[in-house]
DNA sequence: TCATTAACACGGG
DNA sequence: CCCGTGTTAATGA
């Protein structure tokens, strides 16, 4: 516990507040494709990704999914960031992209150390801004591209938070991301395949291109 | 022009 | 046989 939280934060957090989350935290390791968090569902614990990658998705009145970004190590959940603002209640689904360790913080502390650690304060708002910007990102794919450059978009992220090349994935799956149809899904892809930019095969993906 | 929905055939596991 | 894939046709924005 001690070593893995110094290992990763040391170079973050002030040796106080280092302490503060060894006593505070709670270690957890969570399989691939598990629900971390729905939406709707109260917030009880900010996390500290250690390692692994989580899948931040928004949903919408009808229960359709939309990515947004995914969340990699060092990083943290701005929707639980905000918790001390007032908003409750959780606006994202979050599901573990691989196996996914993280520190794990109660909400309450998070409003305790803004006013207490500095390095804290702007832990908090450098992970707001980096999640806008990401955020940023994906709205300009989703609004300025068309669905061709936005599908390379996912692929290229899926593939840098897997480490692989290789996505393991169904053409469905990701028009459930997308928020497109799986008729449009494959036939870009098939394109993309001509185009060398990726290889078919049933249930895989392999990006050819960088 | 490009997306959606429905429908169908192919084929691997 | 089931599921994922590739494709087409009709319709719409």
């Known amino acids: 516990m001690r070593d893995i939280i110094t290992k990763h934060f040391k170079s973050v957090f002030e040796a106080e507040l280092l302490e ?18 729905d939406f709707g569902e109260y917030m009880r614990h900010m996390p500290l990704i250690i390692d692994g990658a989580i899948k931040i998705s928004r949903i919408d009145k ?12 060092g ?3 701005a929707m639980t960031l905000s918790y001390f603002i007032g908003h409750h209640k959780s606006e994202i689904k979050a599901v573990s992209e691989t196996e996914t360790s993280m520190v794990l913080l ?15 304060r702007k832990f908090v708002f450098e992970n707001y801004h980096e999640r806008f910007i990401e955020l940023l990102d994906t709205i300009d794919t989703i609004a300025f591209s068309n669905t ?22 169904t053409h469905q799956e990701i028009a459930f991301d997308l928020n497109t149809s ?3 899904i494959s036939r ?4 993309l395949e001509q185009e060398g930019e990726i290889k078919l095969e049933r249930n895989k993906i392999y990006i050819l291109s960088k």
């Not at 599908?151 to 996505?167: E, G």
């Not at 870009?188 to 394109?191: E, F, R, V, Y």
């Open 106 to 120: 109660p909400v309450d502390q998070i409003e305790i150390w803004i006013s207490k650690y500095k390095s804290w």
């Open 62 to 73: 009808n229960n359709d999914e939309l990515f947004l970004y995914f969340l990699k190590r």
């Open 75 to 77: 990083q943290s959940c």
């Open 20 to 37: 503060e989350i060894i006593k505070i935290g709670e270690i957890k390791t969570y399989p691939k494709d598990t629900l971390l968090m």
């Open 148 to 169: 061709s450059e936005r599908l390379l978009h996912y692929l290229s992220n899926k593939a840098k938070v897997n480490k692989s090349n290789t996505i393991k994935i």
């Open 182 to 184: 799986r008729v449009v």
């Open 188 to 191: 870009l892809l098939k394109t």
